[in-house]
């Protein structure tokens, strides 16, 4: 079975300042997604990037890139220029391509606070 | 496009009652995943419905059950509350499976208190 494990269950940043959140997983799989999805306190999850384990190059999504590593399993999401707005708890997830459905495995999730 | 509407947003059930959530994909998706949330456990998965047909289940006693229906809307059911079934219930709903589905996509949640 699948595994992510999220080590940071709280980090800080200050406002426009740049912030590393780390995810490492577990697989045996050579084939999956990765995700990092973003939950508010209005409690609505929202894929912030998505990466392909197929595809070398890390994902970029504004502000928002990732470094995947294959090899190590890690697959940490950088914040570039830190809003108030990014508050907010950030999970890393990951979906198996080779196993039939859309089942989702969850880390236990990192609180981010950003300071004005 | 509406999003993922799930229903209703606040329950709160004495235990040993049973409740039944309720989840309307977007509109074209035909995937309904179901998530709990809790602060101790995390998001564990419940089940998955595609095409009316459960394809995955997690971890979850029996008491946990779920349908879809021909529209896609799909329903979870708690039969026999416990006290540790109070939790956040997510939706999600996807267009396909597989390697063409790139994203899930969100409700805002049914958070359910069992007293």
């Known amino acids: 079975a699948q595994t992510v494990t999220q080590s940071q269950p709280e980090m800080s940043v200050q406002e426009a300042e740049t912030v590393t959140l780390s995810c490492t997983y577990d697989t045996s799989e050579s084939d999956y997604y990765l995700f990092w999805y973003k939950q508010p306190p209005s409690r609505q999850m929202i894929l912030v990037i998505r990466q392909e384990a197929y595809k070398q190059q890390n994902a970029t999504e504004n502000r928002f890139s990732v470094n995947f590593q294959k090899a190590a399993k890690s697959f940490s999401l950088k914040i570039s220029d830190s809003q108030l707005g990014d508050a907010a708890m950030y999970f890393c997830?990951?979906?198996?391509?080779?196993?039939?459905?859309?089942?989702?495995?969850f880390g236990a999730g990192t609180i981010l606070r950003v300071k004005s | 496009k509406a999003g993922v509407t799930q229903t209703p947003r606040y329950l709160i059930k004495t235990r040993g009652q049973q409740v039944t959530l309720s989840c309307s994909p977007i509109?074209?998706?035909?995937?309904v995943s179901w998530y709990q949330q809790t602060p101790g456990q995390g998001l564990q998965f419940l089940f998955e419905y595609f095409s009316e047909t459960q394809r995955n289940k997690g971890n979850f006693p029996g008491r946990f059950s779920g349908r879809q229906f021909s529209n896609s809307r799909s329903e979870m059911n708690v039969s026999t509350l416990e006290l540790g079934d109070s939790a956040l219930y997510l939706c999600a709903s996807s267009p396909a499976q597989g390697r063409l589905n790139t994203e899930a996509f969100f409700g805002q949640g049914t958070r359910l208190t069992v007293v």
């Open positions: 509109s074209g998706h035909r995937s």
């Open positions: 997830a990951y979906r198996s391509v080779e196993e039939y459905g859309n089942k989702l495995v």
